[in-house]
C-alpha cells in the first residue's frame, strides 16, 4: 500500500507535468491530454495485426518457421512471466495472458494468414478486449479510492522488508501524510518487528528514515499506524514574525514552530485542570549549532507574551543570545553565584506559592489564579467572602546551560524541587549543552517529563528522547547539526502519536531583534508583576540580589517591590506573606558598614593578626558586605582575599561559617561549603 501510494504520488506529480505541457487550453486538447496514457494498448494491437500480416508474407510456406513462431510463443509468455516476480500477482497474470494471446494469433496470422478462418475475427474481437483490459487497469490505478484498499494483496513492500503476512488496512492520505493501519500475523509478529523495520521500509521508499514512522496500538501487541510523510516540506526556513499570541494566558499554546505536515508545533507549559494534566519541566537538549539558541528564542518570546507569568533566567553566557528580550525578564542571572542564590529563591518561594494556592482553593496553579481574587470560592477569608487579594502569576525559571548548576544542586535536591515545584504553579526549563548522561544524572533527566529535542549526537538519542519514541521512528542523531531548528516534541498535551513527528522552529533573522526589543517593552509594561507572595519570599532568600522586573517609567522603583508596597497598604486579614517574611522592608537601607566604629573591611590590610573578638567582628562585617553587595551564596573561597588581607586561615573562615550557619545567618544550601545569607532583617 505504502508502495502503491509513492507510486501514485509519483504519477500525480507526472500528470501536473503532463497538465503543464497541454496547457494551450480548448476541449480536443484536454481529451488528448486525458486519453495519451491510454493508447499504448491500442498501438500494441495495431502492431500485432501488422507483425502478422508481414509474418504471413514473409513465412506463410515455411513447415520450419511454424515450429520456430511456436517455441518463441511459448518462450515469450514464459519470459514474461518470470519477469513479472517482482510486481503483483495479478499485474503477472495480466501480462502473461497478454503476451501468450498475442505470440498465439502473431503465429497462426504467420502460418494460416491473418484473414483465414477465425484469425481476423479473434483479432478483431480478442485484442480491443485485451487492450481495453489495459485501459481498466490503468483508471483503477489513477483512481485514489481504488488505491487505498482493503488489504495487502501483492505485498510486495512488505514483503521485501521480512513482514510478508502483514496486512494494511484502509490508508488515510492528506496532503504529504499517509496513515496506513497495519495488522500482523497473529501469534508470529509484533509491534517490535515494524519499528525494526522501519529503516528498511524507508529504504525501499526512497525516503529518509525519519519519513516513516509507526505508532503502535497502546492496546495491542500487533496492531499500528504506519505513517509516511514522502515530502520533507522543514526544508524551507520559516521566520519568526513576532508573537502568536500576545496578551494571551500562559496556559494557551505556546508555538515554537511547525511540523513536517504543516500543524502548529506548540507547547504547554502549566496543568490543564480539565485534561488532568500536571504543569511541566522542560528539557531543551541539542548538540552544538542544532538550533538550541533559536529554539529557546522561540519559547521565551512566546512566554514574555504572556500576560500573566513571570521568568527568572540564568545564562551563564550573558545573555549573549537572550540580550533584546532581557528588560522582559523579571529577574535576569549570569551565573555564578547569581544562579546560586536564584536556586536558593526556586526553593524558597515553592512552599509560600502553594500554600497560597491552597489557602485560595486552587488545586494547581490556572490562570484565574493569577487575577485578583474576587471569587468568593477562591477566597482566603474564613468568613466566606471574596479576599481581592492579589494574583499569582505562573512562574517559569529557566536555567541556561545548566550542566554545572543542576550537578551542585545535587539529585536530590533538584528532583524534590522538580517535584514540588509542579503544584506550585512553576515550570523549570533547562537547556543542556551537550545532551548526555555525563551532563546529566538519570535521575534529574527523569524530573523534566517534556522535552525539545533537536540534532545531536547519535549516541546520545537515548538521553534525549524516551525509547518507545525512538523505537516509533524518531531519530534526532540523524540531523547532527545539519539541520538547524529540526526538533521533536514530547510533552503532556501534545497527542503521543505527534511524538515521533519532526518539527522545526522558527529562525530568529536579524530583523527580529527589533521585534524582540519591541516585545520586551510590552512585557515590561504589560507583563504581570510578580506579586507579594512570589516577591516577599523571594526577598527574604535573596535580598538585594532581586529587583523584580523594572517598569520602563520608574527605574528606580521595581514593579516587584511596587507590588509588595501596595500589599502594605492593604488589609486582607487573609493568608498574604509568609509570617517571618512580613516584617520585610524591601526599599529599607541595609545598615552601612562603613558607618560609626566599624572600619570598611574590603580593600584595607590591617597589617597584623586581628584579636579573636576582632576577627569575628571583622567576619560579621564580611557577611554584611556580601549581603549588600548583593551576592547572597557564600563559601570559603569567596574570603580569599579577604583571609590575606586579615592574616586569617580558610579554616577559621570555615567555622566561622558553620558558626553563622548555627545563630541563622546563614543557611545551608546543597552545596557543601557553600551558605545562603539569611538577609539581616529576616534574621534579626
Ligand atoms: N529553526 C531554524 N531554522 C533555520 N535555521 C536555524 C534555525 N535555528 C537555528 N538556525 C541556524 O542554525 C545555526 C545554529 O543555530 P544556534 O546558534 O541556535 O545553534 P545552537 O545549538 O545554539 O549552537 P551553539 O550550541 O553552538 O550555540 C544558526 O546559523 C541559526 O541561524
Redesign the pocket.
Known amino acids: 500500500m505504502a508502495e502503491r501510494d509513492a507510486q501514485r504520488q509519483l504519477a500525480e506529480l507526472l500528470e501536473v507535468q503532463l497538465q503543464g505541457g497541454s496547457d494551450a487550453g480548448g476541449v480536443g486538447k484536454y481529451l488528448l491530454h486525458r486519453a495519451k496514457p491510454h493508447v499504448p494498448p491500442w498501438l500494441g494491437w495495431a502492431g500485432t495485426g501488422l507483425v502478422g500480416a508481414l509474418g504471413h508474407w514473409q513465412w506463410g510456406e515455411s513447415a520450419a518457421a511454424g515450429v520456430g513462431l511456436t517455441l518463441a510463443s511459448v518462450a515469450l509468455t514464459g519470459a514474461t512471466w518470470l519477469m513479472g516476480k517482482s510486481t503483483s500477482q495479478q499485474r503477472r497474470l495480466h501480462s502473461a495472458v497478454t503476451v501468450a494471446a498475442g505470440s498465439a494469433w502473431v503465429t497462426a496470422a504467420c502460418l494460416a494468414g491473418p484473414m483465414t478462418g477465425p484469425v481476423d475475427d479473434l483479432y478483431l474481437m480478442a485484442g480491443p478486449v485485451m487492450a481495453l483490459s489495459w485501459n481498466v487497469r490503468m483508471v483503477l490505478r489513477h483512481n485514489p479510492e481504488g488505491s487505498a484498499g482493503n488489504s495487502n494483496p501483492d505485498g510486495s513492500l512488505l514483503e521485501k522488508v521480512g513482514l510478508a503476512r502483514a496486512q494494511i488496512g484502509e490508508a488515510k492520505v492528506e496532503p504529504n501524510r499517509v496513515t496506513a493501519p497495519v495488522a500482523l500475523e497473529a501469534g508470529e509478529q509484533t509491534n517490535d518487528d515494524v519499528t525494526k523495520a522501519l529503516a528498511r521500509i524507508a529504504s525501499a521508499l526512497d525516503l529518509p528514515t525519519s519519513a516513516v514512522r509507526y505508532h503502535a496500538d497502546p492496546g495491542s501487541a500487533r496492531r499500528g499506524d504506519l505513517v509516511i510523510v514522502p515530502e520533507d516540506q522543514l526544508a524551507t ?1 520559516a521566520d519568526w514574525e513576532g508573537p502568536s499570541n500576545l496578551g494571551g494566558s500562559i496556559a494557551e499554546p505556546l508555538v515554537i ?1 511547525r511540523y513536517d505536515d504543516g500543524a502548529p508545533l506548540q507547547v504547554w507549559l502549566p496543568g490543564d485542570p480539565e485534561t488532568k494534566r500536571n504543569s511541566t519541566h522542560l528539557l531543551i537538549a ?1 548538540g ?8 529557546a528564542l522561540n519559547l521565551l518570546s512566546e512566554i514574555l507574551s504572556r500576560r500573566d507569568v513571570i521568568v527568572w533566567f540564568s545564562d551563564p553566557k550573558a545573555f549573549q543570545d537572550f540580550a533584546p528580550l532581557r528588560p522582559g525578564l523579571d529577574w535576569s542571572a549570569e551565573g555564578g553565584t547569581d544562579t546560586e542564590v536564584m536556586v536558593e529563591s526556586v526553593k524558597a518561594v515553592i512552599p509560600a506559592r502553594t500554600r497560597w494556592l491552597g489557602a485560595h482553593g486552587y488545586r494547581q496553579w490556572v490562570p484565574a489564579a493569577a487575577e485578583q481574587q474576587n471569587d468568593p470560592a477562591h477566597s482566603c477569608r474564613s468568613d466566606g467572602r471574596a479576599c481581592g487579594c492579589e494574583g499569582m502569576p505562573f512562574l517559569v525559571s529557566w536555567f541556561e546551560e545548566a550542566a554545572n548548576t543542576l550537578r551542585n544542586l545535587g539529585d536530590d535536591a533538584f528532583t524534590g524541587i522538580a517535584q514540588e515545584a509542579r503544584s506550585a504553579g512553576i515550570s523549570l526549563v533547562v537547556s543542556l ?1 551537550r545532551p548526555s548522561y555525563d551532563q546529566m544524572s538519570t535521575s534529574t533527566r527523569a524530573s523534566l517529563p517534556s522535552v525539545i529535542a ?1 540534532g545531536c549526537d547519535p549516541r546520545d538519542e537515548g538521553f534525549s528522547l524516551p525509547e518507545a519514541v525512538l523505537d516509533a521512528g524518531a531519530h534526532p542523531g540523524a540531523w547532527g547539526n545539519r539541520r ?2 529540526y526538533c521533536y516534541l514530547v510533552s503532556p498535551g501534545v497527542a503521543e502519536d505527534r511524538y515521533p513527528s519532526p518539527g ?4 530568529f533573522p536579524a530583523r527580529a531583534v527589533k521585534t524582540m526589543e519591541q516585545l520586551a517593552a510590552w512585557a515590561q509594561r504589560n507583563g504581570a508583576p510578580a506579586g507579594p507572595v512570589t516577591a516577599g519570599a523571594v526577598s527574604g532568600v535573596a535580598g538585594r540580589a532581586y529587583t523584580g522586573r523594572t517598569a520602563p517609567d520608574s527605574a528606580e522603583q521595581t514593579t516587584a517591590l511596587r507590588a509588595i508596597e501596595e500589599e502594605d497598604d492593604m488589609n486582607h486579614g487573609g493568608l498574604l506573606l509568609d509570617p517571618e517574611d512580613a516584617h520585610i522592608d524591601p526599599e529599607a537601607e541595609l545598615p552601612d558598614p562603613q558607618e560609626g566604629d566599624d572600619a570598611p573591611i574590603f580593600g584595607q590590610n590591617t597589617g597584623r593578626k586581628p584579636s579573636p573578638e576582632e576577627a569575628r567582628r571583622l567576619f560579621a562585617d564580611a557577611l554584611v558586605e556580601f549581603e549588600a553587595a548583593g551576592q547572597m551564596v557564600v563559601g570559603p573561597k569567596d574570603f580569599m582575599d579577604w583571609c590575606d588581607r586579615h592574616h586569617l586561615s580558610r579554616p577559621w573562615v570555615s567555622e566561622r561559617l558553620k558558626e553563622a550557619a548555627m545563630d541563622g545567618r546563614l543557611e545551608a544550601t546543597n552545596t557543601t561549603g557553600r551558605w545562603r545569607i539569611v538577609p539581616l532583617l529576616a534574621a534579626a
Open positions: 526556513v514552530g541539542g552544538t549549532g542544532s538550533g538550541k539558541g533559536e529554539t549543552q533537536l538547524p531548528g522545526r522552529t522558527l529562525a
